[in-house]
């Protein structure tokens, strides 16, 4: 008796973790089945394509093994392309996220009409990549172009300055395109993070004599921590994506082309299918490697031991 007693219990809990699992499973089903459809198996071909040799004029398809991969140790234009890149990533990263963090502190202190000042500043956003390339086109024309009328207008000597003369400048001026259109993401992130602190935590550090400066970089900033590697984490994947602002405002101009110029030209003009796979399979690793980075961090700072 005293067996059955024991033992009945515990296989009702054995059932009830069962059917918990299984409903769980259920649940999560759909999310998979699309994840796998969607992401899963065209990464997986593509990689399996990037290990043969895939063009369109030549018939049939060999197995290459990693050649398209070696092609890339001897190709001179991807070292610049891949130079390229990672200027864009280290500058609209930081740009994002300090300029990202300023402009989500400001607004947090809006109290009346912070909804239309919110709904403002997503608008770079919520167009499309090439729309805010195009009006940005216009900014930078040396003649009419806006940009060059004020800094005229205050003295400066930029009268017909060409943005796209010189390396620096024009990496610079597509960067500032693909942070305005980004950098929204980061102020929403940061925004509801800074808007979930507790009131008494400033309440408690103003009663200690803390000044406004005090209270963000000691209240404030360890608060939002995970917030912002999650935003850095978005900022560095869209850096690494970044082909609409190079495209639109610079071309195919080896100074300022990125990776993913570089992939479009080699797939669909050089024609070389399985040798743009690989180039997108190892931009994709690079930038999922350094994104795991912020998202280790996410969770150390979020983990209950």
């Known amino acids: 008796m005293t067996v059955f007693a024991t033992n009945g219990p515990a296989r009702k809990r054995g059932v009830g973790l069962n059917a918990d699992a299984t409903l769980g499973l259920l ?107 195009v009006i940005w086109l216009w900014i930078y024309q040396p003649g009419a172009g806006l940009l060059n009328g004020i800094l005229v207008a205050i003295g400066l000597p930029f009268e017909n300055h060409v943005w796209f003369n010189d390396r620096t400048s024009a990496i610079i001026a597509v960067t500032v395109v693909h942070v305005w259109r980004m ?47 999650v935003a850095m984490t978005n900022a560095t994947v869209n850096a690494f994506n970044l082909f609409d602002e190079a495209w639109v405002l610079a071309g195919a101009s080896l100074e300022t082309r990125p990776v993913l110029v570089q992939i479009y030209l080699e797939t669909f003009q050089n024609l070389r299918f399985s040798y743009g796979m690989a180039l997108s399979v190892v931009i994709t690793l690079v930038s999922l490697l350094i994104s795991l980075v912020y998202v280790l961090r996410v969770y150390r700072n979020t983990r209950f031991d």
């Open 27 to 133: 649940l999560v089903s759909p999310i998979i089945i699309t994840m796998a459809a969607l992401v899963f198996y065209p990464m997986g071909r593509t990689v399996w394509d990037s290990l043969h040799r895939v063009n369109p004029m030549q018939a049939g398809a060999p197995f290459v093994g990693l050649e398209n991969y070696s092609r890339m140790l001897s190709d001179g234009q991807l070292g610049a392309t891949w130079t390229n890149t990672l200027m864009y990533v280290l500058l609209a990263v930081v740009a994002e996220t300090v300029f990202g963090i300023l402009a989500a502190t400001l607004i947090n202190q809006i109290k009346v009409g912070r909804q239309w000042v919110l709904a403002a500043v997503i608008l770079p956003w919520a167009l499309p990549g090439v729309v805010n390339s």
């Open 183 to 229: 950098m929204p993401l980061t102020i929403v992130i940061v925004l509801a993070a800074m808007q979930s602190i507790p009131a008494h935590l400033y309440e408690a550090a103003r009663i200690d004599g803390a000044t406004r400066v005090q209270m963000f970089g000691l209240v404030t900033l360890p608060l939002i921590r995970s917030a912002i590697a």
